[in-house]
């Protein structure tokens, strides 16, 4: 298994700018997720998603977007980048969203800087 | 929303002792995991504790969790220089997994 992958490692983007960034998982997880990761901000939840057709909101989903028509698939959607958006990226899934079955499973991170 | 808060945020150690890292939150969890993460690398999943669990080891980890005081600790034993990462702990709550700010850890050879 491939695990949690997330294309691409680094991309720079100018102000305004859009951009998808690419997560999969050969777990068949259902529980996936968006963070992002900020110096002395820990990791915040941008979205999730419970399941292929299901989506909802995290703690800063603002400027972003996602959609979930695989099992497999969760790519996040910058709409019209900003600088605020700079930061590095990771998807993470898990078999369920509760229980034992809680454990996430991280990709390695994409750093995106906005100019 | 929950939201995971370690102490201390930084904690620099000798070879072979151990490191001692809390965590307190405000809600109430299904459970409480723990996660490391080495410089530029994603996060790696260490133990879970769940909510009606108070104690849990995994090798050289101790995890405790006092749903009480809204807290647990992780006790890592005879740190390794291997051992020196940030250590996140993480909340799993109304579906959501929130993280903390992370201690960041430097086991001196």
């Known amino acids: 298994n491939a695990g949690v992958t997330q294309t691409p490692k680094f991309q720079v983007l100018k102000t305004g700018q859009s951009m998808t960034l690419q997560c999969a998982q050969d777990m068949n997880h259902e529980y996936m997720s968006w963070y992002r990761q900020d110096p002395g901000m820990g990791l915040r939840l941008i979205h999730y998603?419970?399941?292929?057709?299901?989506?909802d909101q995290g703690e800063v989903p603002n400027g972003y977007n996602v959609s979930r028509s695989t099992t497999e698939d969760f790519p996040l959607r910058l709409l019209s980048a900003a600088p605020s958006q700079t930061s590095v990226y990771f998807c993470?899934?898990?078999?369920?969203?509760?229980?034992?079955?809680?454990?996430?499973?991280f990709g390695p991170g994409t750093r995106l800087t906005v100019l | 929303s929950q939201q995971g808060e370690e102490d201390p945020q930084a904690l620099s150690i000798q070879e072979g002792e151990n490191a001692t890292m809390n965590c307190s939150y405000k809600t109430s969890i299904n459970n409480l995991q723990w996660y490391r993460q080495n410089s530029g690398r994603g996060l790696v999943h260490l133990i879970l504790?769940?909510?009606?669990?108070r104690e849990k080891h995994s090798g050289r980890l101790r995890v405790t969790l006092d749903t009480s005081k809204k807290s647990s600790s992780l006790l890592i034993t005879a740190s390794r220089a291997a051992d020196t990462a940030s250590y996140f702990c993480a909340t799993r709550g109304n579906n959501r997994l929130a993280f903390g700010k992370g201690n960041q850890v430097v086991v001196i050879p």
């Open positions: 998603s419970v399941g292929a057709g299901i989506t």
């Open positions: 504790i769940r909510s009606n669990e």
């Open positions: 993470a899934s898990s078999l369920q969203g509760a229980g034992d079955s809680d454990t996430q499973y």
